[in-house]
């Protein structure tokens, strides 16, 4: 399985970015797939999952603020990000997980600025 991740950048406090993640190669039998996010100096740390039936989970630091959802036709997960603030700030990578196995995208740059 192959993750190319797209879509960070810098944006304003209270702006919004939409990530992308397109999966490729083995992609049958991906049963969930993720964004998680590290932040300078701080340890990687999970964001928001969705399964391959469409249940969702977001970490309380983005619920009710960040939307993640998947298009099987496109083999894609997204994630909306709205009401961005500063500690927003990190390289967000997607993630599949296959059979047990887990795959990682090359990560994504968003910057929030104040």
């Known amino acids: 399985v192959q993750l190319q991740a797209s879509g960070g950048g810098l944006v304003q406090a209270g702006g919004s970015l939409r990530l992308s993640c397109a999966a490729s190669?083995?992609?049958?039998?991906?049963?969930?797939m993720g964004w998680y996010r590290q932040a300078p100096g701080k340890q990687r740390e999970l964001v928001a999952t969705i399964t391959s039936g469409g249940s969702t989970y977001y970490s309380d630091s983005v619920k009710d603020r960040f939307t993640i959802s998947r298009n099987n036709t496109k083999n894609t997960v997204y994630l909306q990000m709205d009401s961005l603030k500063p500690e927003d700030t990190a390289v967000y990578y997607c993630k599949a997980i296959r059979v047990g196995s887990n795959y990682w995208g090359q990560g994504t740059l968003v910057t929030v600025s104040s």
């Open positions: 190669g083995s992609i049958f039998s991906i049963n969930v």
